[in-house]
C-alpha cells in the first residue's frame, strides 16, 4: 500500500497549494490512500465543514485534525456525521467524533487511521501510547488491516520519539505533526515502522508557521500578545511523506519526504 500525507494545512495559501496539486501527486507517487492534515485550514485554526467537503472532492480519502479540531464551532455537528475524519483519540469519550477510522480502499484492503495528541507543553489530555494500545486491540497487522498510520500531533521531538519507538513492528507509521516546521528524520525503524519526528506544513514558508511575520516577531521582542495572528498569503508549498507498505505484514518497506510548490 502507498500511503500519501499532507502536512497541516495552513489557511488560504495551504488549502490552495493541496487544491492544485492533490491529482498530479496521487498519479505521479500511484498513491492508493491520500491523508491529509486540516487542522489549520480554516484561517489558521481549526476546520469547517465546506473545506472538508473540498478536501474530499479533491482526492483527500481521510482528514485529520487536532489540537484546534473544535476551534470552528460549525464542526462539532460534522464530527460525528463524517465517518472519514479523525480527531484526537486521547480526549474525554464524551466528546464529538472518532479518534481513529477505518478506510476501505476498492480492492478490499484497510487501513486504520489514529490521532493523538501530545501532553509535553500541550494542555492536559490522557496518555497517548494507552489511548493506542487501546485501539490496536481490535487490529493486527497483516489479518484483519494492511495498515495503522498513526498521527502523533505534539510539541516535544522526544516524546515523539518515544511514541515511534514503543509502536515500532505494531503499526505501519508513525508521523508527527503540529510544529509546522518538517523535519530530516524519515526512516524505517528496527521493527518496521517508518517514522518522521515532523511531516511539516503546507502553506506559506515565507512565514512564521505559516503566519504573518509581524504579530510573531512583536510577541519575540516585547512579548506582547495583543496582535492577532494573520495567516500569510504568499504561494504555498506543500510537505508531506510518501509511506509504501508491505500488504503481507502492513511494515513499512520505505519511507519518502516530498515536497511540491
Known amino acids: 500500500m502507498r500511503i500519501l500525507y499532507c502536512g497541516d494545512v495552513v489557511a488560504r495559501a495551504g488549502r490552495d497549494v493541496v487544491y492544485e496539486n492533490l ?7 500511484n498513491v492508493d490512500v491520500t491523508l491529509v492534515n486540516v487542522e489549520n485550514a480554516a484561517h489558521g485554526f481549526g476546520v469547517t465543514p465546506g473545506i472538508c467537503r473540498e478536501f474530499l472532492e479533491k482526492g483527500a480519502d481521510v482528514l485529520i485534525t487536532g ?19 479523525v ?11 472518532r479518534g481513529y477510522c477505518e478506510f476501505e ?16 507543553y500541550m494542555e ?14 481490535n487490529y493486527t497487522l497483516g489479518k484483519n488491516c494492511a495498515a495503522v498510520f498513526v498521527d502523533v500531533h505534539a510539541e516535544a ?5 518515544s511514541l515511534g519507538y514503543y509502536l515500532d513492528g ?3 507509521c508513525v508521523a508527527g505533526t503540529h510544529t509546522h516546521v518538517p523535519t530530516s528524520d524519515a526512516r524505517v525503524l528496527p521493527n518496521g515502522s517508518a517514522y518522521i519526528t515532523d511531516v511539516g506544513m503546507c502553506g506559506d514558508y515565507n512565514s512564521i508557521l505559516g503566519f504573518d511575520k509581524k504579530a510573531p516577531i512583536n510577541r519575540l521582542l516585547r512579548r506582547y500578545t495583543d496582535d ?7 504561494n504555498g508549498t506543500i510537505f508531506g511523506i510518501i509511506v509504501e507498505t508491505d500488504d503481507a505484514t502492513g511494515l513499512a518497506k520505505s519511507i519518502t519526504q516530498i515536497k511540491c510548490e
Do not use: M, W
Not at 480502499?105 to 501530545?118: A, F, W
Open 105 to 120: 480502499l476498492p480492492d478490499g484492503r484497510k487501513i486504520v487511521i489514529i490521532q493523538v495528541l501530545g501532553r509535553l
Open 23 to 29: 491529482k498530479t501527486l496521487k498519479e505521479e507517487y
Open 228 to 234: 492577532r495572528l494573520i495567516p500569510s498569503t504568499g
Open 87 to 97: 480527531r484526537p483519540a486521547n480526549i474525554p469519550e464524551e466528546n464529538v467524533g
Open 157 to 161: 521531538t522526544s516524546e515523539k520519539l
Open 124 to 137: 492536559a489530555v490522557d496518555c497517548p501510547a494507552h489511548a493506542v494500545d487501546k485501539i490496536l486491540k
Open 67 to 85: 489540537n484546534h479540531f473544535l476551534s470552528q464551532r460549525e464542526i462539532t455537528r460534522f464530527l460525528d456525521e463524517c465517518k472519514v475524519i
Open 170 to 172: 505494531r503499526v505501519s
